[in-house]
């Protein structure tokens, strides 16, 4: 009875040592397999056919707005797509999954920090010449001027297509701020009493950026992500439709001339 006694404290002590020991083996397992869901393994760039460009062009409206981030600026004319911005999900956000690794959640815990995603069509072996200084200035790109009528028409494609996304890392800042070496508490702000609240002057023609957020750097891992996602869509619309090109519409052609 005595040595039944002594087994079961002695399993009892045994159990309570392995479970606080468990816990925090456990949490920094689950940190560690927090990787992120996106990869490099992926394409950089995606070939379009002209017959594929409305369903890329809609793909890739379609991943950008599962991403959280939709569009503020779709123009399939020149192929071009601006989407919303969305903060990066931090350490205290773990079911935002769309993060890059342990990493960019922490960086994203500290400092304030979101995406945006740019998407672009060109024709393949597209490059702009490089401005060699002497040429004369031909002003923006009107509808009608030189420059127009020397750009490529995307409404109407006759060759393949490279499909790009740009996505770019924001960090929001605080103007002025000056943080404490030793204490949140000690962190201050300055004000430029030389200018105050003073209106801008009219013969001020310079280009200021009127946002806090600066961009940093590039997700390349996400940028490939995306592209992924958007072949798959192709692919899928593609295999539910046999017999036709991947894409949710015939592309328009060009009106026949007589």
Not at 62 to 73: E, K, S
Not at 131 to 146: A, H, N, R
Not at 196 to 212: E, I, K, W
Not at 221 to 240: I, N, Y
């Amino acid at each position: 009875m005595r040595d039944g006694t002594r087994r079961s404290f002695a399993r009892a002590r045994s159990i309570r040592g392995v479970v606080p020991t468990a816990a925090p083996i456990g949490a920094l397992t689950a940190l560690v397999s927090l990787s992120g869901c996106h990869s490099m393994a992926s394409p950089d760039m995606l070939t379009i056919s002209p017959q594929q460009y409305p369903a890329a062009f809609a793909a890739c409206l379609d991943q950008a707005r599962d991403a959280g981030m939709p569009a503020v600026l779709a123009d399939r004319s020149i192929g071009i797509i601006e989407t919303k911005p969305r903060h990066i999900g931090s350490l205290v956000e773990p079911w935002r999954l769309d993060s890059d690794g342990i990493g960019q959640m922490a960086e994203a815990t500290v400092q304030y920090e979101r995406r945006r995603v740019r998407f672009e069509f060109v024709p393949v072996g597209f490059t702009l010449p490089a401005p060699s200084g002497d040429e004369p200035l031909t002003g923006p790109l009107l509808p009608g001027s030189i420059a127009d009528e020397r750009r490529f028409d995307l409404e109407h494609p006759t060759t393949d297509l490279e499909l790009r996304a740009w996505v770019f890392i924001e960090r929001g800042f605080t103007p002025g701020l000056q943080p404490g070496t030793w204490s949140l508490s000690l962190t201050t702000t300055w004000t430029d009493m030389l200018r105050g609240n003073q209106a801008r002057d009219p013969r001020d023609t310079t280009t200021r950026s009127q946002t806090t957020w600066t961009p940093i750097e590039r997700d390349l891992a996400m940028e490939r992500t995306l592209l992924l996602r958007v072949e798959r869509q192709l692919a899928a619309a593609h295999e539910a439709t046999p017999g036709t090109a991947a894409s949710a519409s015939p592309a328009e052609s060009p009106p026949a001339t007589p």
